[in-house]
């Protein structure tokens, strides 16, 4: 499972030109799913990033978490973070899990998430136009497999 996390002052996510998530202070979440993960891999991402000390504490010094700062989280699927490039220049996604199996993991990783933060989501599969302010920038990429 991969996570790139973003640290934004706001975030958004439309669908056919309708926001379908918004939020302020957070994280903006990207989520992909490859084929041996499981609900461990979950548990240790949603532990990974409701802890992250990335926000600034009254010193200016990364050091309290999402949980701290009473953050939300827009949570967006991405396929894509599994991409292959070795060969060619067209990308292969064979690592990527399927969408039927993979928005069973997307769901129950936004539920566990939900129950530590307020969390808002794209739309699973669609073609989605996702906008924010990245503060810092602060940008993570987390692996569960890491």
Request: charge should be negative; proline fraction near 1%.
């Amino acid at each position: 499972m991969k996570v790139v996390v973003q640290r934004v002052d706001k975030a958004s996510v439309s669908v056919d030109e309708k926001i379908v998530g918004k939020i302020d202070k957070g994280f903006m979440l990207l989520v992909g799913f490859t084929h041996d993960d499981d609900i461990n891999d979950i548990e240790y991402m949603v532990r990974k990033v409701v802890n992250l000390r990335v926000f600034d504490d009254e010193n200016g010094v990364m050091n309290k978490s999402i949980l701290d700062v009473g953050g939300s989280i827009l949570s967006i699927s991405q396929f894509t973070l599994y991409a292959d490039t070795k060969k060619g220049n067209r990308p292969s996604y064979v690592k990527a899990m399927k969408g039927e199996l993979s928005t069973v993991l997307y769901d129950k990783f936004n539920e566990l998430l939900k129950e530590k933060v307020n969390v808002e989501t794209g739309i699973f599969g669609s073609e989605m136009k996702v906008s924010l302010i990245n503060d810092g920038p602060i940008t993570i990429i987390l692996d569960s497999k890491e």
